[in-house]
């Protein structure tokens, strides 16, 4: 007796075929949208650092999060660094002291930053500030930070007296400390919030784009979660450009 062939329906034979070429457009289709993503990185960062090349001046924004830096390093490429000291009337950054104390070696220039609350009053935050800083506010303007949380934001009703308390405590520490005070927030928040009080406050603005901004916009932060490697370690920073020119510069930064 002959022994029986094993069949197989073409149907099976031409599944299998299918199915090796629909292997092979995913593997194909995964280099090609690879191949794209970096390119388009590459064309990212290529714009990015032409555009960068029209701001000479240069800086970072840093905090506890930010782990240790290496200031001496920082300040080969970077001309100055904000620290994040104080917020509200009684939160202070656990590296603030230390990162200041490491920062003054630097050829760059210092600014310290001071978040602000809707739930303290001017003179909390301004004696909080001075019990925690002192006379440690380097030279750049003292930066405060404003950003909307909770019903704190634009519409709630209690916004007209929240800002007048912004004013107040710019005016305390605009006369104390004699160097200047710079508003970090938003565009909304500066346009909806602080410039029907403050219209010719120096402003921050957070994240903006890397163009030239009218006055009063003195600094841009371009990217909030940026990164530095340092020594192989990759840092948590803000980047940030000044929005003028290197003889703005100095006055800006009371460089005689």
Known sequence: MKRRRDYQPIYENTFKRHRRWHRLGIFLLILIVGGLSVWGWHQW?????????MFPVRGVSI?????YLDFQKLSNHHQFVYLQ??????????DFSNNYSRSQGASMKIGVIHTFSFTSSAEQQYQHFTNIVGSDTGTLPIAINVAYYDQYKNGYSGMPA???KLKQLVR????NYQQGVIILAKQSVLNQFVLPVLPHQAEWVMDGTLQHYASPVKMIEYDA?????????????GLSVFNGTAKDWKTFSHND
Do not use: C, F, I, P
Not at 63 to 67: I, L, R
């Open 45 to 53: 960062q290529r714009h990015e650092q032409q555009q960068l090349g």
């Open 63 to 67: 905090s506890q999060n930010s782990g």
């Open 85 to 94: 000291a104080t917020s509200g009337a009684t939160y202070a950054d656990d």
């Open 162 to 164: 929240q800002a007048q």
């Open 172 to 175: 305390k520490l605009s006369a």
């Open 225 to 237: 979660t940026g990164q530095l490697n340092q020594s192989g370690q990759s840092q948590a920073v």
